[in-house]
């Protein structure tokens, strides 16, 4: 599979491990990290190591970056997963990085993509339902970052979906 994606205004790419100081950086902004429901807080340098030489690759999460300097983390691993660094809110670049990984995904033989919000971010909510996925179901999760229970609004995409919006 495709190890650097390039759009209009991003390169995707695979995360290194020279990237595990901004990542800890960017991860411990609580506005970001309250998002995110594996994610702890705070975030130390022995979990960017992990997820770096461990789960990027488990999870088939790429780097996104902007002019080389890394601003977030879009995968579709079990599910379409993304974040982006506070500063680059309402800008268009997770619709634009999750768009290039759902291309890539749908780019296999693959005919569903699940993904997920918690309720009350309005910001995800409108990315996923820009990019098609429809409502499937509610479910409880811990928040890592939190310390609380979440409800997820569960979200589904399915090829015939995607290739329709193209």
């Known amino acids: 599979m495709t190890e650097v994606i390039k759009t209009e205004r991003l390169i995707l790419r695979r995360f290194r491990?020279?990237?595990?100081?901004?990542?800890v950086t960017l991860i411990n902004d609580l506005d970001v990290a309250r998002w995110l429901t594996r994610v702890p807080h705070p975030y130390r340098d022995e979990d960017a190591i992990e997820f770096i030489d461990t789960l990027s690759h488990n999870q088939d999460a790429f780097a996104v970056t902007q002019d080389d300097l890394l601003i977030g983390c879009v995968s579709t691993g079990t599910e379409l997963g993304y974040w982006i660094e506070k500063g680059s809110w309402g800008r268009g670049y997770v619709t634009e990085a999750a768009r290039a990984m759902i291309n890539r995904f749908f780019g296999s033989d693959a005919q569903v993509l699940n993904s997920g919000y918690?309720?009350?971010n309005a910001r995800s909510k409108a990315v996923l339902t820009k990019l098609?996925?429809?409502p499937s179901g509610k479910r409880e999760a811990k928040s890592?970052?939190?310390d609380e229970t979440v409800t997820i609004q569960e979200m589904v995409l399915n090829r015939t979906g995607w290739e329709a919006l193209q």
């Not at 491990?17 to 990542?23: G, Q, S």
């Open 17 to 23: 491990r020279e990237d595990a100081a901004r990542l």
């Open 132 to 134: 098609g996925f429809v």
């Open 144 to 146: 890592h970052a939190t």
């Open 118 to 120: 918690h309720l009350g």
